[in-house]
């Protein structure tokens, strides 16, 4: 009449151990994570170099979204040194950058048809565009919640007209402009406000 | 020790037989049961989600009543849970014999009323989505909460007394749920085999196993009293007359304490019979527990008094108007209600053949239970309606929304409760038996 | 109905050309969300006066009323953004009423209809195309010559000129009219001084006013002008202010900021006045010689009298008269349309005389502006006889909608109906428009070029300030355009391609008229400053006529043998009911009653007792003219002999927002004409309780203060001596309302003191500014302008009937009303008015119980509120002593700015989602703006370079904004004075905005 | 996952009446068996006088978890409140008063855990897994499990049985 006890996960038995070891653990990790974790502020990576000619092929192997023209920031900004402020109107004036009106490039293209099959393709999209009054949609790149306001003139005027870099990444060397920093991170800006003790008063940005 | 009769009637087989015949294949009217607490969580699921989806404006919000039932009900449910961490461990340390037999029912009533209670923060704010901004987690904008909150106090208070009065149910658990599995028979056995943990009840085990009962008991103990205290700080810590008062901590354990008592006579009084333990669950248990019910009514009497007498005498006309207001306002049948049920009804408890009528003590749990809520309902919807600016002064009346909501609350406990006391022991075994005394060969030592 | 109502989709195109190229401008329509514009969309060709983040303001003048007050248009992302007061303009300097700032919303009106409609055969309307518009009328008007008619909203300027040559190349009608012409007192100073004009009365300068029954601080002349003289003369400095008395059977919020309200038997105001002249002349004689000739006339009016007829005691009428004629210089108006009685021209005559007899014209009442308001009523019964005779073929309707504003009674619609082709360029399906077999959708002015002369020495300009928001057509272009296709004299008068061709050449005539050097630079600078402004307003000096010998008063008589007089009440909101399709009007409440959405009937409480009715029930009121339905409001305010309902409400077209909303008073009234303007005041009214129920949508909860000092109020006497609050309570005997004692206050101050420190952490160790604010209650009239203000400022959801019954409106300022006295009979009754928005304390209640820290003091000493932070506990809301904050329940962003409306949207400010707090921010916006521009330019801030929205418009200028820590700011100056306080003082939560006690002549009120 | 750990050799012995336990106790310690397992349904204060059992030492994990609770709570608070500084209702930034109910809430959650923790840990020192069990002992019936060597397993339960146990079962 006697019989055994099935066997079964014993709290009061030998199983123990290992539980006691991987709760402590997981407690002793969680406790530092708290106190030391920091998000990785930004890194700049090196984007891609590619050559002043190309083939539509070569369109695809770029990061960052496709807009409906190629338009090449590292010729413009970088190999033919434009200023930012030359398209981006209005960024070290007011708290928008501004993107350039169709009349802005057509300034230069009207004369300027491109030196490649490729890039001629591209300028012709543009003089299409002009002719048919569409304006070209680009695609958005950097975005910022609408609770947020950033004033772009502030930024530049303390940081310096070649600041752009600091957010926006080094476009002078991308042929299709890709985000290098998540800037609709809060994280990102306060990051750089720490590293520079300023203003961290809530409705500088918010209101 | 103090005994009563019928300890020395049972021996410790019956006690086992007994208890865990209550496990035994359920009838008809428990599924009646299941189906109807299913549905009320049904409404109160789909009020919710509507809310959810459209926004609080549904319920019967009325600036500058910014809060109403929802934090009424919250608050009602935080206060069921206390009975049950006070007669399971203040009357522990206390070494009251009679709530060996209740305790296992109000502890679990206790766990399930707080995980109600605990619903209810995410169903109150406006963007229910981030409630979890309310806890101190590492995140991208690099902020914390404020710990000068109430609310914040409210968030750890509730989470700290789950957790505990949990662990304090489970951990007492497991003698019994071994008792369970060496009883049973099948797929059952292993399964209650895993949850007794491998409790075998060595020697070795009880000295441990007593002990830390003792501490966490000891440790329960305050928290109960703290963890009402805390809520009532939710409210004694705003400016707005009505609220902004000393004796609310006191005022709020006893109320809660009381609304909790209320429900445990509510909820045992027809367990009792479902599962025919009327020979362990005696007169006995529920003359005490009217008794504990009339001292804390007693108490909640006195705050009433309180309440309006510090109005009056500190002069301050907010105040004033306030529980004025309160008794002759457009509310005066809340306040009346809540005054009538919980002061006066347990005032009826002095005689004992009341104590002792069970039908007598049940209809006045429920009075306890309606009038606690509309204490609640009355604190905090009555005071936020008059305050300082006249100019502001609104009225809220609840919409079926609120109500939805309510209703489900009730279907949230009542489903966990349904399902508990059928597959866990609903008396404590091991305690039951701890106090009769084993059989001897030569006569009583 | 729903056939008719064209198809008005907003082009596409236009939108993103309009939003232009950030997401800023759509930003608008999301809350604290992170969803995103997904396109970026270029101009064409960059636009050089529009910085896409900056705004840019235009000149342009304000057509909501006649008074044509001067704009500053401010535009973002080429679309108008907010209206604001055109500082260099005579009229307003720099301020703006509510009901101007609501011409935005006219021109993102979400039922601007998007092109020509024409009637069709089977009677429904059909959109053509604007060529074939022109041709269908020029063909009406090549087969009637001669029988052509124009009515036109009475707007003097140049395109009134060409309308005037246009119609008579057709050898045409013009009738110029306006609803509220104020006929009657145009026509008094014919017949009393010979001048067909209206006065302008220079309320500064007056040192007594009297007003029988003309709303001058609501819809009577000029109210912006004369809200500013008087909080001038009544408001506060050192000296005692103007005592003004308002005479009238109903207490109107003119007669709220009034010092005694003198409660008159309806249509007996005219004996009053000539009873006072006749007292005043036969007592003191300052009356110019002349004046004397009146005796005779004046004689029969003696105080014994009149007292029966008026319901004044004698004493009372004296004392009037006495105090009138003391004062100088004094003034007294009459003619507004609430006391437009059958007698009105007679009352208006009256006082007149009673202004020259104390010899107050030339001085405070001054004729030579030429200021006309149309051809009054008259003209209008002319024209429509036309009509009855069939001596009309085509009718031009512009900027008039008669139907809607004339009396039912008069049989108009069915009149207008037989003229053979009407016409009319409503940009929004109006009443009128409805009955016409063409509309020709004119632009908004704020899209168009054109001009307005207001008066003599006033010359207004608008300018299109962005592109228009629906393809309407200037009705100026459409004038030429057929012009030149009629030929003939009518080629002739089109003398432009266009429009603004046409008004440049104008201006280029007043250029040499004026003898300027280069007319393209005097046109730019008129376009910058807004127009043309001569300093001086003009003053002719004027003589009694001796037709003035004829007034005579023996008080009005009414219709129908009613048991009341029924008051059609003109509202500072609706006004003549052109506001009733904007939502800000709608859901603003209104000044006297805090009624929003709905109309009401105004019963006294007594008058409520008799007829056995509560607030809500709905009466049936009868009058021999029509019948109407209206909810009871119960109001002391009012005789007991009188029931008022508020005109402006119960269109039948005219929009989604005003279709069908209430019941129309007019319908109440005879069409009779009161030789020469129509009364509004001229039938008695049964009224009938229906035993029906409708809860008025009012925002007032208690409209007693229960001594709890949130509007406090000192007499003068006391204010003139500098006493402060605490002084002159103490000097009456009676306490104050309860603050902490000396010692308490001490033990206070000293903890705090001890707890600065701790303070000092981060941010808040630095030196930064601190912002506070001063509400002169002396000057506030409760008008409500700032609350428009905020509304168009930042962006507040209109939420609607159902939602105001909740109390869940989203005012961030909001007037409180309270009264004083008038619970027993003979007690004065008092109006006090707060303007209640987030005091921005110190010591915030609603800060440390935010679990999250969305409600934090910022370094600069704000109550900021981070929308996006925010998870909707409410507790700040709870804990707010001032019950300032305001929840969104529901998603109103989305439901409150249809199409194009969300254009409005003010993109500094965040548009908040469902379920976060919200409350004033003291436009944090605008503090972090001006900062930028400093540190932009390395300068400091400079005090009163910016103000806060509601600051800026308010027309008394109650309101300062600045920096408490500069001992040079305005703010502080205003702080300083004795009469300060800050409301619950005694919860030592310590506000950053004082309140300066109001100030009143308490003595001998009637 | 449960490897069967092999039995013990031992004598396992069951009794109705309590005394009759505390004898045989009471004789197989005098006989230096002091490795004793007795199972019981419900806590006795007579067996454990009898197996003369130190107060368990768990409480001393209750203490610490107390203590870890209160600094913990305390350092929490405090170093977050500072790392953003932000001044609501005037009151200093960084304060004890109203952080003394995180101290105590931590004290009581950590105290709870550890104690139960402590259980744990303290009977890993005599795990049960091998030793004879009866399922009567969860309801009626007192439990005493001899570890013994065949050899001398005779004698033991001689002194069982004389003690009055109703079953005795050796386990080898």
Redesign the interface.
């Known amino acids: 009449m006697f019989t055994a006890v099935p066997k079964s996960t014993s709290l009061f038995g030998d199983q123990m151990r290992k539980l006691v070891l991987l709760g402590g653990g997981a407690l002793v990790a969680i406790i530092a994570a708290v106190v030391l974790w920091r998000p990785s502020s930004a890194q700049t990576q090196d984007p891609v170099t590619v050559a002043r000619t190309l083939t539509a092929a070569d369109t695809a192997a770029f990061r960052g979204p496709t807009q409906p023209i190629l338009f090449r920031h590292d010729l413009h900004a970088g190999q033919f040194k434009m200023q930012c402020q030359y398209c981006h109107y209005s960024a070290n004036v007011s708290s928008e950058p501004g993107i350039p009106s169709m009349q802005t490039c057509m300034g230069c293209h009207l004369v300027i048809a491109g030196t490649d099959s490729t890039n001629q393709a591209e300028i012709t999209k543009l003089r299409n565009a002009w002719r048919d009054r569409k304006p070209i949609e680009w695609n958005r790149i950097h975005f910022l919640a609408r609770h947020v306001h950033f004033p772009h003139d502030r930024h530049i005027k303390a940081l310096g007209a070649t600041a752009c870099a600091t957010c926006h990444g080094d476009v002078t060397r991308m042929p299709q402009v890709f985000k290098v920093n998540n800037v609709t991170n809060m994280g990102f800006c306060i990051t750089c406000h720490l590293e520079r003790g300023v203003n961290r008063d809530c409705t500088a940005c918010h209101y | 020790m103090a005994t009563t009769a019928h300890e020395s009637t049972q ?3 019956d006690v ?1 037989r007994d208890v865990i015949g209550t496990l035994s294949a359920p009838g008809k009217g428990y599924y009646i049961l299941l189906a109807s607490v299913s549905t009320a969580l049904l409404i109160g699921i789909i009020t919710f989600i509507i809310l959810l989806k ?4 549904h319920a ?5 009543v ?2 109403s039932v929802f934090i009424t009900t919250f608050v009602f449910w935080v206060g069921i849970g206390h009975a049950g961490t006070l007669i399971s461990a203040i009357l522990y340390l206390f070494r009251s014999p009679w709530r060996t037999v209740v305790y296992r029912a109000t502890e679990a009533m206790t766990v399930f009323a707080v995980m109600t209670a605990a619903l209810f ?1 995410i169903v ?5 989505w ?2 979890y ?2 806890l ?3 995140n ?14 409210d ?3 509730i989470s ?1 007394y789950f ?2 009065s949990t ?2 149910l489970v ?1 007492g658990l497991i ?1 019994d749920v ?2 369970v ?3 049973v028979t099948g797929w059952r ?2 399964v209650y ?2 949850l ?17 009962y003792l ?2 008991a000891a ?2 103990t ?2 109960v009293l ?1 963890v009402h205290s ?1 809520v009532s700080w ?1 409210f004694a ?4 007359p009505g609220w902004h008062g000393t004796i609310f901590a006191p005022y709020f354990v006893a109320g809660a304490i009381y609304s909790g008592v209320g429900m445990v006579l509510t909820l045992l009084i027809p367990l009792r019979k479902a599962l025919k333990l009327e020979h362990m669950i005696t007169d006995y248990h529920f003359d005490n527990l009217g008794k504990l019910t009339l001292f804390v009514g007693c108490v909640l009497f006195y705050a009433y008094g309180m309440e309006y007498f510090v109005a009056w005498y500190s ?4 105040e004033q ?1 306030t529980f004025w207001r309160r008794a002759f306002g457009p509310m005066w049948w809340a306040g009346w209600a809540m005054i009538i049920n919980n002061a006066f009804v347990s005032q009826l408890l002095w005689s004992k053949r009341i104590r002792t009528n069970l039908t007598a003590l049940f209809v006045i749990s429920i009075f306890i239970n309606i009038g606690m809520w509309f204490e609640r309902y009355v604190i905090i919807v009555s005071s ?1 309606g ?9 009225v ?1 009346t609840p919409t079926m929304y609120d109500w939805g909501i309510l209703l489900g609350s009730f279907g949230w406990f009542g489903l966990w409760f349904t399902l508990f006391f059928k597959h866990f022991p609903i008396v404590a ?3 039951v ?2 106090m009769i ?6 006569g009583a ?1 | 109905m729903s056939d008719q109502t064209p198809d008005n989709k907003l082009d596409r195109r236009r939108f993103l050309t309009v939003v232009g190229a950030t997401g800023a401008g759509a930003a608008a329509l999301s809350g604290c969300t992170t969803d995103r514009v997904q396109k970026l969309i270029p101009y064409m060709v960059g636009n050089e006066d529009q910085i896409p983040g900056i705004a840019t303001y235009y000149a342009s003048s304000c057509t909501e009323c006649a008074a044509a007050c001067g704009l500053h248009v401010r535009t973002r992302e080429g679309r108008a953004v907010k209206l604001e007061g055109n500082p260099v303009h005579p009229v307003n300097r720099g301020t703006i009423c509510s009901r101007g700032q609501a011409g935005l919303q006219g021109l993102y009106n979400p039922d601007r209809i998007a092109g020509p409609m024409a009637r069709q055969a089977d009677g429904t309307f059909k959109q053509i195309e604007w060529t074939e518009a022109i041709t269908l009328l020029v063909t009406k008007l090549k087969a009637a010559p001669g029988r052509v008619a124009v009515l036109s909203g009475q707007a003097p300027g140049t395109f009134d000129t060409l309308l005037e040559g246009w119609t008579r190349a057709q050898q045409g009608t013009l009738t110029r009219w306006e609803p509220f012409g104020h006929e009657p007192l145009r026509l008094a100073s014919q017949r009393v001084f010979g001048r067909d004009e209206l006065p302008l009365h220079d309320f500064a300068a007056a040192k007594h006013i009297v007003s029988f029954g003309a709303d001058f601080l609501e819809t009577w002349h000029t109210p912006v002008e004369q809200q500013r003289g008087f909080a001038q003369s009544h408001g506060f400095t050192q000296g005692p202010t103007a005592k003004t008395v308002y005479v009238s059977p109903r207490m109107d919020l003119t007669g709220m900021n009034a010092d005694a309200w003198v409660r008159v038997t309806p249509g007996t105001e005219a004996i009053l006045a000539l009873t006072m002249a006749n007292i005043i002349l036969s007592e003191r004689n300052r009356a110019p010689a002349d004046a004397n000739g009146l005796r005779g006339m004046l004689g029969g009016y003696t105080a014994e009298k009149a007292a029966q007829q008026v319901g004044v005691t004698v004493d009372k009428i004296r004392q009037l008269a006495r105090e009138f004629a003391s004062a100088q210089p004094s003034l007294a108006v009459a003619g507004g349309v609430g006391t437009q009685h059958r007698e009105a021209l007679e009352l208006c005559a009256a006082v007149h005389l009673l202004n020259y007899v104390a010899g107050n014209v030339g001085t405070t009442v001054k004729f030579g502006a030429g200021v006309t308001r149309g051809d009054g009523y008259a003209a209008i019964e002319r024209l429509f006889g036309r009509f009855d005779k069939g001596e009309v073929a085509v009718l031009l309707v512009h900027d008039a909608n008669p139907l809607y504003a004339l009396p039912k009674s008069g049989q108009f619609a069915e009149r207008f109906a037989k003229v053979g082709f009407k016409v009319s360029t409503a940009a929004v399906m109006d009443e009128t428009a409805m009955a016409s077999d063409l509309v020709l959708p004119s632009l908004h002015p704020l899209e168009r070029w054109d001009d307005i002369r207001p008066r003599a020495g006033v010359l207004g300009l608008m300018q299109p300030v962005m592109e228009p928001v629906f393809a309407g057509r200037h009705t100026g272009d459409v004038l030429l355009q057929t012009g030149k296709q009629l030929g003939g004299t009518a080629a002739s008068v089109a003398t432009a391609t266009d429009y603004k061709t046409y008004l440049q050449n104008a201006w280029a005539l007043e250029a040499k008229r004026r003898r300027a050097a280069d007319a393209v630079q005097f046109w730019r600078d008129a376009l910058q400053r807004g127009g043309l402004f001569d300093v001086a307003s003009p003053s002719a000096p004027v003589r009694l006529s001796a037709t003035a010998q004829l007034t005579k008063a023996v008080g009005a008589t009414f219709d129908g043998d009613g048991a009341y007089t029924l008051i059609a009440a003109p509202t500072l909101t609706m006004s003549d009911g052109r506001g009733a399709n904007r939502p800000w009007l709608l859901e603003l409440s209104d000044p006297v009653t805090k009624i929003t959405w709905w109309h009401w009937a105004e019963v006294h409480p007594e008058t409520a007792k008799e007829l056995d009715v509560r607030e809500g029930e709905i009466l049936e009121l009868t009058t021999p003219h029509g019948t109407i339905k209206a909810p009871v409001y119960i109001y002391p305010g009012i005789h007991p002999g009188a029931i008022a309902v508020p005109l402006g409400w119960g269109h039948t077209a005219y929009g989604r927002y005003a279709q069908d909303r209430g019941a129309n008073v007019l319908d109440l009234l005879g069409a009779q004409d009161g030789n020469g303007f129509l009364p509004y005041q001229s039938t008695k009214v049964s009224a009938r309780p229906t035993g029906e129920y409708r809860q008025v949508g009012k925002t007032e909860g208690n409209n007693r203060q229960l001594g709890r000092g949130i509007a406090e109020m000192m007499p003068v006497e006391a204010a003139v001596k500098g006493l402060s609050l605490r002084q002159f309570y103490e000097q009456e005997g009676h306490a104050e309302h309860e603050v902490n004692t000396e010692r308490e206050q001490g033990a206070i101050e000293g903890f705090r003191e001890s707890q600065l420190e701790q303070r000092k952490r981060g941010g808040y160790a630095e030196e930064h500014p601190q912002w506070g604010m001063t509400v002169d209650l002396s000057r506030c009239t409760g008008c409500s302008a700032c609350v428009t203000a905020c509304y168009a400022e930042n962006n507040l959801p209109t939420v609607g009937e159902e939602e105001i019954y909740r109390g869940r409106e989203m005012t961030w300022i909001r007037i409180e009303r309270f009264w004083e006295g008038g619970e027993r009979e003979g007690e004065p009754l008092e109006a006090r008015f707060v303007p209640m928005m987030c005091q921005h304390c110190d010591n915030a209640p609603c800060e440390p119980v935010c679990p999250v820290y969305a409600a934090y003091h910022t370094v600069d000493g704000l109550n900021g509120q981070v929308y996006n932070r925010c998870v909707g506990t409410r507790y700040c809301g709870n804990n707010c002593p001032y019950k300032v904050r305001y929840f969104n329940w529901y998603a109103y962003n989305k439901k409150a700015f249809p199409e194009p409306l969300n254009l409005q949207l003010n993109p500094d400010v965040t548009v908040r989602g469902r379920g976060v707090m919200e409350k004033c921010t003291m436009c944090v916006h605008r503090i972090r703006g001006a900062q930028h521009t400093a540190k932009l330019e390395d300068r400091a801030l400079v005090d009163g370079e910016f103000t806060t929205a509601c600051a800026q418009a308010c027309p008394s200028g109650a309101i300062t904004f600045g920096n408490v820590k500069d001992p040079a700011s305005k703010v502080v100056a205003a702080a300083r004075s004795p009469r300060g306080y800050h409301v619950f003082e005694e919860l030592n939560v310590r506000p950053a905005v004082t309140y300066l006690a109001k100030v009143r002549h308490t003595e001998g009120q009637s | 996952m449960f490897a069967a750990a092999k039995p013990i050799p031992g004598v396992l012995a069951s009794f109705i009446h309590i005394d009759g336990a505390v004898d045989a106790i009471r004789g197989l310690r005098a006989r230096g068996h002091h490795d004793l397992t007795v199972y019981s349904a419900s806590p006795n204060h007579e067996l454990e006088e009898a197996l003369e059992h130190r107060i368990s030492p768990v409480r001393l994990f209750t203490l610490f978890g107390g203590i870890t609770g209160v600094i913990s709570g305390l350092a929490m608070t405090y170093w977050m409140s500072l790392d953003w500084p932000l001044l609501v209702g005037g009151k200093p930034i960084a304060t004890v008063p109203p952080y003394v109910v995180f101290m105590f809430e931590l004290m009581v959650l950590f105290g709870a855990l550890c104690t139960v923790a402590g259980v744990a840990i303290l009977s890993l020192r005599k795990p049960t897994t091998g030793i004879l069990y009866d399922e009567h002992f969860s309801d009626d019936r007192i439990g005493i499990f001899v570890p013994c060597p065949p050899d001398r397993a005779n004698d033991v339960e001689a002194l069982l049985k004389q003690a009055g146990s109703v079953e005795v079962r050796r386990a080898a």
Request: charged residues 20%; aromatic residues 16%; proline residues 10%.
């Open positions: 021996t410790h087989a086992t459209d926004g609080l404006g019967g919000y009325n600036p500058p910014m809060w923060p109150h704010i406006g963007r229910q981030i409630f901004w309310l101190p987690y590492p991208a904008r690099f902020l914390w909460p404020n710990f000068k909150s109430p609310l914040v106090w968030v750890f208070a700290t957790t505990v662990t304090f951990f003698p071994a008792a599995r060496d009883h056995k292993k085999g895993m007794a943990l491998g409790w075998k009840g060595t020697d070795e085990q009880w000295r441990h196993y007593s002990r830390a501490y966490l440790l329960a305050p928290l703290s805390v939710d810590m705003g400016i707005i002069g301050n006309t907010f108007t936020l008059n305050d300082f600016d006249p100019w502001a002064w609104g809220m075994i091991q305690e038996k701890e005394p084993m059989p001897r060969r030569k030592h």
